[in-house]
Each structure stands twice: as C-alpha cells, then as structure tokens.
C-alpha cells in the first residue's frame, strides 16, 4: 500500500483545492494516469499518478484545500491482496512511517484517522469548476448567487459579476503572486548572462510557406512549431543548456521538455512544457504544441507538464517586440526568447538587400554555463534555419 | 448563405475561441488579431473551424484579404 500525496507543482505552491477525483474506489491505475483535478494558483492541473496499482481509497473529498504532502489516496498494489490488508487498530504513528517508506506494504488506515492539514470549503454547493474559480477571483460569496435546487452554477450565471469584473486589475491575482516570487528568487539567485543574434528566416519561412501550401489547413505548421522545433534539435548538439541547477550542480536533463511561454487570455502566464519534445518532428511538434495551448487555456494541464520543463522558450514575436531578454525560471538554467520577425536590411557579401529577420536571444545561468556556450547554442540554431529541411 | 449568416458564423467562432471577447468590440474594419489580441494560434484555429462550417479553406497567401471582419465577410461571401 502506497499513499498518493498532493503533489508540489512548482516551488511556489503551498497548497491546492482538491476540484474533482477521476477515479474511484476499486479502480485499477497505471503509471502516469491522471486521476484528480486540483486547483492551483496556475489553474486547474491534471494530476497523474507515478506508480501502477489499485485505488484502495480516496482520503479526501473534493473541494478540500490540502497542503502539500497530504495523502489524498491510498493506493494498492497488485501483489496485495485487499482481505490481508484492514487492521482498523492502526495507529496513526503509522503515518509518519508511510512517509519514510512509501511503498512498504502497511496495514491501512482508518480515514477518521488521518488528519490531513486541510480545511473543508464552508459550502458545498454545486458550482463548475470554472465558475468556482470566476467566483474566488471575484471574492464572490457563493450563497449570494441563489442557485435553482438541484442545478449546478456555470460561469454564465455569474453574468453580470463576471463582466464587471473585465476591465479591472486584480492586485492579489494569486497568479501574478506566484510568478512575481519565482522571477524575485530566479533574479536574487541567478547569475543571468544575455547573449543576442540576428537570424535570417527567409530561407526557413519560405520553405515552410511552400510545405504549408501543399497542407490542408489542419496540417498547417505555425512558424512556433518550427522553432522550437530548431530549438529542440540545437539542444541535442548542446545539451549543456537543457537541465537545471540543483544542489549546487548543474544536471543536464536527457529529456528535452521545453517550456512554452503561453499567455492567458485574460492576463498572467504559464510555461507549460511538451514533454519528450527530442522525440518529435516537425508534425508531431505542431500536434502538440496545438494540443498544449488549447488546454493551457482549457485550463486543463497536467501536473507533469508544469513541473519538469528543462528549459523555458519564449515568443512574444507576436506582439512585435524584437528582442526579449528572459529571466531564467529556477531550476532551469536557460530561457531561449524569439522576437517578431520584421523585414530588414541584410548584407550578405557585397549585396544588401530585404529579409525576414528575426533577434534570438538566450540568457544562460553563469554558474552552469559560460557564454561560449551560449554563443555556441546560437550559432547552431541560425545555421539549421538556413537549413530548414532538416527541421522535418 | 447571406452576408449576414457569414457575418454571424464568423462572430461565433470569434468568441468561441477566445470567449473573454465582447461582442461589441468586434469593429468590422479593425484588424482581427491585432485588435481582439488574437494571436496567430487562436487565428488559425478560427480559420479551421470556418474551414468545416463554410468549405471555405484560406490559403496562407491570403491572409492579408482576411484580416478584417469586413474583408473576411467578403472573402468568404464570395467563394462560397
């Protein structure tokens, strides 16, 4: 018997409202499935287990806000058979022992037992997920909202409060909290270095123009895809700027799990990253990156997706900024920022003329890397640009 | 299908993809993206679903003529 705990999804998080269990008692889970929903200061995440078993019981009931390290389930695994395992005079020193052992066989746990450090919600009226959320930002006390017997509150019930609230500025955005601490430690701790290069992407926008052409409009591929597909494959050839600092180490990560800056819609930020992204190409990148943004802003995300971006790429080309100098987000020592990509003078041998050009800029973590190996990185993502069939 | 129809599928996926959207700050002779803050994902997303719904596929050298609420009323209006 295991204990499946609240997860921390990200250094920041102290705590998260348990929204919605995705299994129930009796149901057998595998590695990597996601079975609850809890809200965060990022939004809803998907929260998946890391281990294969059977859901033997879940301790909390949703709704409940649950610190980290909580267990909210009890998890068993195949070799134990459910007959051996209730021993209702369980102690609950016992826990303390699940801690240290997690996957020791342990007699289980009379929930009246545990207790959690959480606090119920006052009410439990029926409200949908998004509309909770409206709601908490909104500082709306949910009684005064007078739902219909038996019906559940949606966002557009909010109505009116909902489209007050639009034009105004929430100082205590519990999102602008938390990346406002993250960027403070990422500036106190980082050693930042900034490293600029001006990139021709004629070459790769014409290409992709002409494979796009040929495409029906589900399988065109956005100019994002292809750089971070260029970013992934230059990382294979510099692997020193994908991973993290830890314990005073720097730990190149095998994975390439890029995070991608995303902004919401209605303000604030997520870098949720594609995972295994060097196992991708060109179509399969786009798939996911198509995939990430529509449940970023679904607010659907999981938690392995917020929690193990190895590098973090951003791109405001859209907005027409031309260079963006990032702030490394802690662990992770580097953060790749793409401009707008504008027409300018180029000068190639004797002739000057018009292409598409964009500023790449990457801003590595000194105690990690130097700027050799920045300058390096860079180099080698302009070169594949020029290149870009490479980028399939 | 009426200018009107075309005008009112169009406004429905606008605000499907990006719900925060008043209607009323769709101006037909604003720039789409830039205007509404929509970016080139969310716009290729509602060419898509205009794609299923009108049989309408815009090419990517076109999307100078569909910058617009106006032009894209057009655009479609008259290869449908």
Same mark, same amino acid.
């Given at each position: 018997?295991?204990?499946?705990?609240?997860?921390?999804?990200?250094?920041?998080?102290?705590?998260?409202?348990?929204?919605?269990?995705?299994?129930?008692?009796?149901?057998?889970?595998?590695?990597?499935?996601?079975?609850?929903?809890?809200?965060?200061?990022?939004?809803?995440?998907?929260?998946?287990?890391?281990?294969?078993?059977?859901?033997?019981?879940?301790?909390?009931?949703?709704?409940?806000?649950?610190?980290?390290?909580?267990?909210?389930?009890?998890?068993?695994?195949?070799?134990?058979?459910?007959?051996?395992?209730?021993?209702?005079?369980?102690?609950?020193?016992?826990?303390?022992?699940?801690?240290?052992?997690?996957?020791?066989?342990?007699?289980? *746990?009379?929930?009246?037992?545990?207790?959690?450090?959480?606090?119920?919600?006052?009410?439990?009226?029926?409200?949908?997920?998004?509309?909770?959320?409206?709601?908490?930002?909104?500082?709306?006390?949910?009684?005064?909202?007078?739902?219909?017997?038996?019906?559940?509150?949606?966002?557009?019930?909010?109505?009116?409060?909902?489209?007050?609230?639009?034009?105004?500025?929430?100082?205590?955005?519990?999102?602008?909290?938390?990346?406002?601490?993250?960027?403070?430690?990422?500036?106190?701790?980082?050693?930042?270095?900034?490293?600029?290069?001006?990139?021709?992407?004629?070459?790769?926008?014409?290409?992709?123009?002409?494979?796009?052409?040929?495409?029906?409009?589900?399988?065109?591929?956005?100019?994002?895809?292809?750089?971070?597909?260029?970013?992934?494959?230059?990382?294979?050839?510099?692997?020193?700027?994908?991973?993290?600092?830890?314990?005073?180490?720097?730990?190149?990560?095998?994975?390439?799990?890029?995070?991608?800056?995303?902004?919401?819609?209605?303000?604030?930020?997520?870098?949720?990253?594609?995972?295994?992204?060097?196992?991708?190409?060109?179509?399969?990148?786009?798939?996911?990156?198509?995939?990430?943004?529509?449940?970023?802003?679904?607010?659907?995300?999981?938690?392995?997706? *917020?929690?193990?971006?190895?590098?973090?790429?951003?791109?405001?080309?859209?907005?027409?900024?031309?260079?963006?100098?990032?702030?490394?987000?802690?662990?992770?020592?580097?953060?790749?920022?793409?401009?707008?990509?504008?027409?300018?003078?180029?000068?190639?041998?004797?002739?000057?003329?018009?292409?598409?050009?964009?500023?790449?800029?990457?801003?590595?973590?000194?105690?990690?890397?130097?700027?050799?190996?920045?300058?390096?990185?860079?180099?080698?993502?302009?070169?594949?640009?020029?290149?870009?069939?490479?980028?399939? | 299908?009426?200018?009107?129809?075309?005008?009112?599928?169009?406004?429905?996926?606008?605000?499907?993809?990006?719900?925060?959207?008043?209607?009323?700050?769709?101006?037909?002779?604003?720039?789409?993206?830039?205007?509404?803050?929509?970016?080139?994902?969310?716009?290729?997303?509602?060419?898509?679903?205009?794609?299923?719904?009108?049989?309408?596929?815009?090419?990517?050298?076109?999307?100078?003529?569909?910058?617009?609420?106006?032009?894209?009323?057009?655009?479609?209006?008259?290869?449908?």
């Amino acid at each position: 018997m295991s204990e499946f705990k609240m997860p921390s999804l990200g250094a920041d998080m102290e705590s998260a409202v348990l929204m919605q269990w995705l299994v129930k008692e009796g149901d057998p889970v595998t590695k990597g499935q996601v079975i609850a929903e809890v809200e965060t200061s990022k939004g809803v995440i998907e929260i998946e287990i890391f281990e294969d078993g059977i859901v033997d019981k879940l301790l909390i009931q949703t709704e409940t806000e649950c610190s980290v390290g909580t267990p909210l389930a009890l998890i068993r695994h195949d070799d134990e058979v459910k007959e051996e395992v209730p021993q209702k005079e369980a102690k609950t020193e016992k826990l303390s022992e699940v801690k240290e052992e997690p996957l020791a066989p342990l007699p289980s *746990i009379q929930s009246d037992k545990i207790e959690p450090k959480v606090k119920m919600s006052e009410e439990r009226i029926k409200i949908s997920p998004a509309a909770r959320k409206k709601a908490h930002e909104l500082n709306l006390d949910l009684n005064s909202l007078e739902p219909k017997e038996g019906e559940v509150i949606q966002l557009k019930d909010l109505g009116k409060e909902v489209k007050r609230d639009t034009k105004t500025l929430t100082p205590d955005d519990g999102m602008r909290q938390a990346i406002a601490k993250a960027m403070s430690r990422s500036n106190a701790e980082i050693p930042h270095y900034y490293l600029s290069l001006s990139i021709n992407m004629t070459p790769a926008l014409t290409w992709l123009t002409q494979l796009n052409a040929t495409r029906s409009i589900k399988e065109r591929i956005l100019p994002a895809a292809l750089l971070i597909r260029a970013v992934v494959l230059t990382l294979k050839e510099v692997p020193e700027l994908n991973g993290f600092w830890q314990k005073n180490a720097h730990q190149i990560s095998k994975s390439i799990n890029p995070g991608i800056a995303i902004a919401l819609r209605k303000g604030g930020l997520v870098t949720p990253a594609i995972l295994d992204a060097q196992e991708m190409n060109l179509d399969t990148t786009m798939q996911s990156l198509d995939d990430l943004i529509t449940r970023t802003r679904a607010n659907k995300l999981r938690g392995s997706e *917020i929690t193990q971006q190895s590098i973090t790429i951003t791109n405001l080309g859209d907005l027409g900024v031309q260079s963006v100098y990032g702030v490394i987000y802690p662990p992770q020592i580097a953060i790749v920022g793409l401009g707008r990509i504008i027409d300018s003078p180029w000068a190639e041998g004797d002739t000057l003329s018009v292409r598409k050009v964009m500023q790449a800029t990457l801003a590595g973590d000194h105690r990690a890397t130097d700027g050799r190996t920045g300058a390096l990185f860079l180099d080698k993502l302009n070169q594949l640009l020029q290149n870009p069939e490479a980028l399939l | 299908m009426t200018n009107e129809q075309i005008k009112q599928s169009i406004i429905k996926e606008i605000l499907r993809i990006a719900p925060d959207i008043d209607e009323d700050d769709i101006l037909p002779e604003e720039n789409i993206q830039r205007s509404l803050e929509i970016d080139s994902f969310d716009f290729l997303k509602i060419l898509t679903a205009l794609n299923e719904q009108l049989s309408v596929e815009v090419p990517e050298a076109d999307y100078s003529k569909v910058d617009t609420l106006e032009h894209m009323i057009a655009y479609f209006s008259d290869r449908i």
